[in-house]
């Protein structure tokens, strides 16, 4: 169960923070949440696929670490297997607060519940001895930023792939080396054949608007789909 604060050094002045990987800290998921900002950084290590969602009725990217649902492919021995992690994975347990109407500033808020909440003293320290913020949390904040910002921003992004009929149901068979069967169902990629069609006007429209290199990003990232799979035939030590 969550436990949601807004952070301030009256209530959080000896917090501390466990930066490190693993399973137990809360990396033990199949997938995050990606902004489109971030997919030419991500495209390097991540497949990145897309998931629609029937309340919202609207799409969202999704960095994908495995193939079954608490499966996190990259995390090996307390270590993140990868150059890089998803901005929504990286600023774990702390995240954006707004008041009901959205309006207003933004407020960094902490999930005291979050596994990375140190209990024992250990981890990275959030304030200092004078109630200031350290720079962890100047780093997180940044991040925090950003990522808000990439959120806000990617609605027109999604917006113009379902405009367009950019995206494409997709399925996925994974047979292992010991012969056992996964199915991906659910998600969404970009229908390349679709983007190679677009008219000139369209693709102007997309280009001025600076949606063109996340969806060259998005489709050159499932090149990562096979590196994943064969992650997952490998032996594995969490």
């Known amino acids: 169960m969550n436990s949601h604060q807004i952070l301030n050094p009256t209530d959080h002045g000896n917090l501390r923070i466990r930066v490190g990987a693993g399973t137990g800290l809360g990396d033990g998921v199949m ?13 390097c290590e991540y497949p990145i696929l897309f998931r629609y969602d029937a309340e919202r009725q609207s799409f969202s990217a999704l960095a994908l670490f495995g193939f079954e649902p608490g499966e996190n492919l990259y995390i090996e021995e307390g270590r993140w297997m990868a150059s890089c992690r998803p901005l929504s994975m990286s600023v774990q347990p702390f995240l954006i607060g707004r008041s009901r109407d959205g309006q207003g500033p933004a407020q960094v808020h902490i999930d005291m519940a979050h596994p990375r909440v140190a209990a024992d003293g250990e981890g990275m320290a959030v304030f200092d001895a004078e109630g200031k913020p350290t720079p962890y949390l100047d780093e997180v904040a940044d991040m925090l930023g950003a990522l808000d910002e990439g959120y806000r921003a ?5 917006a113009a792939l379902d405009r367009h009929n950019l995206l494409e149901p997709f399925s996925m068979d994974v047979t292992l080396e010991n012969g056992a069967s996964h199915r991906m169902v659910g998600y969404h990629l970009i229908h390349e054949e679709m983007v190679r069609n677009l008219e000139p006007g369209v693709l102007a429209e997309l280009h001025a608007a600076g949606h063109l290199e996340p969806i060259f990003m998005a489709l050159a990232s499932l090149g990562n789909l096979a590196k994943l799979v064969r992650r997952k035939s490998m032996p594995r030590h969490g």
């Open 31 to 43: 997938a995050s949440l990606a902004v489109p900002a971030e997919f030419r950084r991500l495209a």
């Open 154 to 158: 990617g609605a027109d992004f999604f």
